[in-house]
């Protein structure tokens, strides 16, 4: 998206329109200044971080971590209200710290949400489902880390609703399902 020459314009057209709009980006074409005019027209904006270390590199076959908090760290300093969307695949979540190691760098950082997204046979799921796709197992331990995490780290963690299976067993409130 932020290699969009009109991307500002977008932004603007729907904040006219009483829209506010909110951008998911990898990181790739951002500049200090660019984040401080995106800062204003965002409601929020999330960055893509798969992993740090190797576990990015796992999953998406490049280290991108460094791209993903660096875009993050200027996006805070502009003002920007910022989260991080993570898709859990089997690689990370197969090493034993992968998650907290995102959750930290990431709190550092200033995110203030995090968003755990389900690996989807689509995209380059289509071509990498049976090597990427976490196991049942490791998505039900997913709960007690989440709860975990959310407690070292002031994360506000979030679930993507195609990973409803497995946390609805694991909510006893109503209240506890809508937050």
């Given at each position: 998206?932020?290699?969009?020459?009109?991307?500002?314009?977008?932004?603007?057209?729907?904040?006219?329109?009483?829209?506010?709009?909110?951008?998911?980006?990898?990181?790739?074409?951002?500049?200090?200044?660019?984040?401080?005019?995106?800062?204003?027209?965002?409601?929020?904006?999330?960055?893509?971080?798969?992993?740090?270390?190797?576990?990015?590199?796992?999953?998406?076959?490049?280290?991108?971590?460094?791209?993903?908090?660096r875009a993050l760290d200027l996006l805070v300093a502009a003002g920007a209200r910022v989260g991080v969307n993570t898709v859990m695949s089997g690689p990370m979540l197969a090493r034993p710290d992968a998650l907290e190691a995102i959750g930290a760098a990431i709190a550092h950082?200033?995110?203030?949400?995090?968003?755990w997204l389900r690996f989807k046979p689509t995209g380059r799921g289509a071509t990498s489902w049976e090597a990427l796709s976490p196991t049942p197992a490791q998505l039900d331990a997913l709960w007690d880390r989440s709860l975990a995490l959310e407690a070292s780290t002031g994360l506000t963690i979030r679930w993507d609703c195609a990973m409803t299976p497995w946390i609805a067993d694991r909510v006893d409130a109503v209240e506890r399902a809508a937050r």
């Open positions: 998206a932020l290699l969009r020459e009109d991307l500002l314009q977008l932004a603007d057209h729907a904040r006219a329109r009483q829209i506010i709009p909110n951008l998911t980006t990898s990181g790739f074409g951002l500049t200090p200044g660019l984040a401080k005019k995106m800062a204003s027209r965002f409601g929020q904006i999330n960055v893509s971080i798969d992993g740090v270390g190797e576990a990015y590199e796992d999953t998406r076959g490049w280290n991108g971590a460094a791209l993903g908090l950082a200033g995110a203030t949400e995090w968003q």
